[in-house]
């Protein structure tokens, strides 16, 4: 699709773009697309009628074969590992105030108090609720609040004061030890279980990403973690993972 006159970006004057790639797998098709139709299922009329329209053409262009086809051992196996290992879903709200370099570091917003996934807040520019994000293994389980709450308002995030929240559910078999690592920006809290694990106030400079670890436990069955940001103008970040005490590797299956 043409952009207006004039030069763009590396001096390019024309672009095109997808919504929607297709593509043979076998004896089926792969559907590419960047539009979040299925997290707004139920929620956005749009997403409803964009996922009934695609299945409707691509029932219209496939041939049913006289028996189910059992799904391939290694793909299976592929995804679930992807699923159990790579992706980390995650609930997110904000921003909230942030007035004075600690002010809303110190002080308790609704999700400390109480984690209530139906529940609007009053928030920084608006009404905030929490949304699903997703972190994953190959950029370090980086979450970028900027990233998860863009646009916020007209102007750039990067120049605001706001605190953020991060909420996560994992389960593990066996009660066990562990460290905690941590990628810092902003000053922050973490709980584990309900538990204050570690709080920094240090804002870390734009050009750096601290780390820092802990000790902690995580216990059989349902864990949860919560994670709190309070930014000055800067990058609104930070990252988490955990590194198993003795060479047992963790078997955590994460909350989908």
Known sequence: MPIATGNYMMEQ????????LVRRHGNGRLVFTHLRVLEHLGEDPVADRLFVNLLNHFSRRSVPSESPLLPDAK???WLRNERNQQARRWAVIGEFPN???????DKVYPPEN??????????????VAWKDWYTQAAQGHLLDFQQAFTPIFQYYPRFDYAVAYAYAEFASDRRQDVQVDLGLQ???????NGRLIHESKTQVPHDRFERE???T???????????K????????????DFQAHGKEALQLNWWR
């Open 114 to 127: 109480q984690i209530d996934f139906s529940a609007t807040y009053l928030g920084w520019y608006k009404a």
């Open 217 to 227: 436990y995580i216990k059989q069955g349902k864990n949860t973690v919560l994670v």
């Open 13 to 20: 004057t024309t672009w095109w773009g997808t919504d929607i």
């Open 213 to 215: 670890s802990t000790e």
């Open 75 to 77: 793909e299976v196996e």
């Open 229 to 240: 940001c309070s930014k000055i103008p800067g990058p609104f970040r930070f990252s988490f």
């Open 186 to 192: 902003n000053a922050t809290k973490v709980w584990m």
């Open 99 to 105: 007035w004075g370099p600690d002010s809303g570091h």
